[in-house]
């Protein structure tokens, strides 16, 4: 494929990947906050004197976006690359403020008390909108809106290498046969997100929080993400019908999706709260609960 893929990540549950053809550098997602100068270090090792040209961001997430402020410290004249929904999102007060709570509370987790907060430093350089193209060097990246995961999420693919930069709309995935699904905003949206990409060839899918899947893995993957997806709301649909307590269809779903590498990086409070997001989610959307404001 004739380009690296280097894992930066400084922390299990980080999202963090370095591309590199060997004269355009691109960081893929960026991690927490309270790693973003680790991953920092870790890029200027793998580049030496060279510079940083991109970060793409994924979504809004702080486990994917907040690093880019540290990121950028190192590196000032690295282009941020995120969705126009996600830009937006970035400029309020309010949701950085959420931002920092949440990073705040998961450093404390992992034993991290103290570290400098940039997080008002977040900002956007190239704001994108799905059919724009990014050319960085010698690749081309073409942008996807796939909502789902939030609103914002968006990938990048390369048609000339046919690699994938995916999202969590897409699911996360432990590399063997193993997905998990993360619609947080939307169940059909994440379905027609999915089909959208398994429309288009595709080699190699670089998936958040795991790394680059080889061929076999990568279709595996996708068709695994859309039948994971329709089968965790087929059953939590079941359940919600049954008169099952909400509490109980959450356990159901970490006791059988919680394990091996997923629960190595995806932290109990995360999936928990995901969880509970999703079977609202799905009792809203297919079962037609009214929304409380």
């Known amino acids: 494929m004739d380009v690296r893929i280097i894992d930066v990540r400084e922390q299990k549950g980080d999202s963090a ?23 920092a270090e870790k890029i200027k090792k793998a580049l030496g004197d060279r510079e940083l040209d991109y970060i793409f961001l994924t979504h809004s997430h702080y486990d994917h976006a907040l690093g880019s402020c540290y990121v950028k410290r ?23 403020a959420v931002m920092r709570d949440l990073d705040k509370k998961f450093a404390t987790k992992c ?3 103290d570290y400098e907060d940039l997080i008002d430093e977040l900002r956007v350089d190239i704001a994108v909108d799905d059919g724009d193209e990014i050319k960085a060097g010698s690749m081309t990246f073409r942008v996807f809106s796939l909502p789902g995961h939030t609103k914002c999420s968006v990938g990048y693919y390369c ?24 619609y947080l905003v939307g169940y059909e949206m994440t379905l027609k997100s999915i089909q959208r990409m398994q429309q288009i060839e595709i080699d190699r899918v670089l998936v958040p929080h795991y790394g680059l899947l080889d061929c076999e893995q990568t279709k595996t993957y996708l068709n695994l993400s859309k039948t994971v997806a329709q089968e965790v709301a087929e059953t939590v649909v079941k359940q919600l019908e049954s008169g099952m307590e909400k509490s109980n269809i959450i356990k159901h779903y970490i006791d059988k999706y919680w394990k091996g590498y997923i629960k190595e990086v995806y932290p109990i409070d995360a999936i928990t709260l995901n969880t509970s997001i999703m079977v609202d989610l799905l009792e809203r959307e297919l079962l037609g609960k009214p929304t409380v404001d």
């Open 17 to 39: 990947f370095l591309l590199d053809d060997g004269k355009t550098a691109i960081l893929y997602d960026s991690g927490f906050a309270f790693t973003g100068n680790a991953v």
């Open 74 to 96: 190192a590196y000032p004249n690295a282009k941020v690359v995120a969705g126009s929904y996600a830009t937006k999102i970035f400029a309020k007060d309010s949701a950085k």
């Open 111 to 113: 034993g991290v008390e």
């Open 159 to 182: 048609e000339e290498k046919k690699l994938l930069l995916g999202c969590e709309t897409l699911g996360v995935s432990d590399g063997v046969d193993g997905v998990v699904p993360a």
